[in-house]
């Protein structure tokens, strides 16, 4: 490998062994076609849309690049089972999954000649998704923004890289270059970014999004949910504090009393992040490495620059 061409870009048929993390809301057809532009794989990511919007999506990217890009499918969403269907009408070269165990779509997936890219938090569930059939994995560390596992990156990837045949690719806690090349260290032949692409100038979210995004240190992003089974990590502020109270309060009362008031709470509260910027009411799901990010680029620019400091430190 000469630090970009590899298994995972031959896998794909991509330039840059670099994914654009899934982000439900977030990423759409013209995050996806401007990381594909540039080398990388864009995901548009289901999320919980509804089915027609997002057929639309697919089909926006289509004309918006020639290069392959995939789709992310949530498997907590209730649309699921109809993206799961899409995506096989909608012939998309690849998809990742999250937030679940994939294995009962596998079969149609691959049938469909589809390559199944699912996010794994743990060597357990990495080496079920090989046996099923996955062409790749994402070992993602807790690092990542949005919904976690337990493992951190740097203990998760090597573990997975060892148990595993198939390419692994490294998410959780990478924006730059020197993170890149330190995946690479660890086993993993690729990366899955996703803070970074949230400050893409082609990123469709919130100015405010934005803002707390590239202004936020290093201690900025707080974990919320882990009394309901679903930990979120985002960006700190008056109302996600509000939400970590939560999880004290489950140790000494009955978690059920403050289930149905916390769903209440955040019930739509990513949209309210993504689209009206409501500091009030919105949840704004970052990565701890937010920190790192500084700058509005676009999408080449990011990718570029990530390419160029990879360079700089490895040759492989
Ligand atoms: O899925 C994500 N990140 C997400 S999904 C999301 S929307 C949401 N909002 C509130 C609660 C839950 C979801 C926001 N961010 N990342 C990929 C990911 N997948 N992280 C962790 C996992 C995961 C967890 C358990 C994957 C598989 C898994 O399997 C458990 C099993 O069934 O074996």
New binding site residues.
Partial sequence: MNGETNLLTELLGIKYPILQGGM?WISESTLASAVSNAGGAGIIAGGSAPIDYLRGEIRKAKELTPNPFGVNI?L?SPNAEDLAQLVIDEKVPFITT????PGKYMEAWNNAGIKVIP???SVA?AKRMERSGAAAVIA?GTE?G????ENTTVCLVPQVADAVKIPVIAAGGIADGRGMAAAFMLGACGVQMGTVFLSAAECAVHQTYKDLVVNAKDTDCIVTGRFTG?P?RSIKTKFTRHLAEFDNDAQNSSPGSSLKEFEELTVGSLRKAVQDGNLEEGTF?SGNIAGLVKEILPAKEIIERIIKQLQERIRL
């Fill in positions: 439900a949530m907590l999250g937030a679940g165990n996010v794994v938090p569930l993602e990542s949005g919904h976690i596992g679903h979120c799901l």
